[in-house]
C-alpha cells in the first residue's frame, strides 16, 4: 500500500521530533501532528522557534525547513484521521495511579481514546502504528476497539479496515534527531506483511535496509520495555559501582574505562550520578515488574523491581551526604543547585533526580537557588510544588510553597555564589564545566562545598582552590 498522508496522534517530546525527521527525510509525504493539547500545538507553531515546545539541539532547524509544507501542526483530530493512510500512536503512557495496577501497571486511557477515534473517523484500509511504549499485547486491545466499529450491526462501516504495527521508538531525549536520523536500528512488529512492507518503504528512505528489524507483534512490543530496563539496570549498576569506589579509594572514571574497553561490556552508560531520570525508565520498568507478576514469575519481577529500589535509595543516598558534609544540619544554609532537566541538552524535567533532590533540602530547611539553562522557573517551581503534595507535605516547613527565602530561580549565576554554604551540581551541562571555579571559590563561604554528582570536573583543579570538593565515584576532598 502507497504511504501518501501520515496522521500521528501526540505532539509530543516522541511525536514532534519523529514525524519532523519523517517529513524531512520524505518530502513526498504529508504529515500530520494532531494533540488536545491547543497550547502545545500553538507552541508548534510558534514563529519564534526558540519557542518550541521541546528543545532538542537540530530540531528548529528541521521545523524551519519543514513546517507548513509537509509538516503540519493542528487539533483537526477528525479530519487528519480520516485523510490519513497510516497513524501513528504516540500519546503518553504513564503508570496508574490507582486501583488495580496502581504505581506499577501502564495507564492506557490515552490509547484507547486514541484508538476510538481511529475507530470512528478512519475512513478506507488505515495502517496503525503503536509509537508509544505499550505493555506486551496492548496491539490486542487496539484491534478490538478499532474492529468494535467495523463489528457494530448498527451501522454500516464496512468501507473501514485496520492492520496494527508496533514500531516503538528509541530515541534518546537531548541527541533525539541524531538518533532519528542515524538509528541504531528501526524496530517493526506486526502480523501483516504488507503493511510492514509500507513502513519499511518510508524508513527505508534514510535508514540502511540492514538496520530495519522486522519481528512479530510481541517481540517488538516487549523490547522496547526490555531495552530500557536494561539501559537503566546499567545506571544503577554503575551508581552502585560509584559508591564501592567511594569506599575504597578506587576512581569510578578509571574503572568504568576499564570495564567499558572490554567489548562484551561495551563503553556507553557507564557514566555515574544522581540516578536516573525522564519520564520512561521507572514507568517502563514498573511496567514490566507487573507484567511479570501478571506472568506469575515473582522473582523476575523482584528483580527488576531491584533496579528501581536501588535508584531511589541512590538519591537518598546522596541526601546524606551533602547533610554530613554540611555538619549535619542545612537549616537556612544557602546551597546553590545547578541543572534541574534529568539530563543536559534537553528541557525535560520530568522524574529528574533534581526534583527528589531539591525537595529533600528543602524539608532539611536549606535556601536554594536553582539554575538550569533550559527550564524556567514556572516548571520548577510545579515539578517541586507537585512532589511535596503527592509525598509527605507535611514534613516541610510551614512557608512552602516557596517564598523567596526557601526558595529563588536564578537568573544571573554569576552574582548568585555570595556566601554560599554548598554548590551542588545535578545536570551535566556543558556551561557547568566552563564555570570560573576559582572566581566562585572565593565568593562562597570558607567551609563550602561543591558536590559533583556527575562527574564533570577536573579533580584537580580544586586541589588549589579554597573550596572542598566532593565527586561521586572518588574519595573525597576537603580543602
Ligand atoms: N520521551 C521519551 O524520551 C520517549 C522515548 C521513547 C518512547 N517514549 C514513549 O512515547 C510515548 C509518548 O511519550 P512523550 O514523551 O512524547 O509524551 P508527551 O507527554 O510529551 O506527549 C504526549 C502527547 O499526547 C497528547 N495526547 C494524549 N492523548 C491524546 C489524544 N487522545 N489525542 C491527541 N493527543 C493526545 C498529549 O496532549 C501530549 O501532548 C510514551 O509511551 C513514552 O513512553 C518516550
Redesign the pocket.
Known sequence: MKINNICC???????GPTMAVIADKCNYLNVNV????QK?IDDWNNDDLDKLPIFEPGLKDIIKRRRNKNLFFSTL?KENIESADLIFI????PTKNKGIGAGMASDLR?VE??AR?ISKYAIGHTIIVE???LPVRTAQTIETILNSEINSKNKRNHLKSFSILSN??????GTAINDLEKPDRVLIGGHDQESIKSLVEIYSQWVDIDKIITTNLWSSELSKLISNAFLAQRVSSINSVALICQATGANIEEVSKAIGSDSRIGKHFLKAGPGFG???FKK?ILNLVYLCTYFGLPEVASFWKNVVTFNSWHKENLIKIIVHKLFGTLVDKKIIILGFSFKSNTNDTRESPSIFIASQLLKEGANLVIHDPKVNEIQIKKEIENFISENDHQNYPKELPFNNNSWQFCNDLDNSFNDAHAVIILTEWEEYKNLDWRKISEKVLNTAWLFDTRGILNKNIFKELNLNFWQIGTSSESK
Do not use: H, M, W
Not at 34 to 37: E, F, L, P, Q
Not at 168 to 173: S, T
Open positions: 496522534i501526540g505532539a509530543g517530546y516522541v511525536g494532531i494533540d488536545i493539547s502545545r483530530i504516540s500519546v503518553n503512557t490515552f481514546e486514541c477515534q509509537k508509544s511504549t516503538p521508538e528509541f530515541l534518546a531525549e525522564g519520564s520512561c517502563d
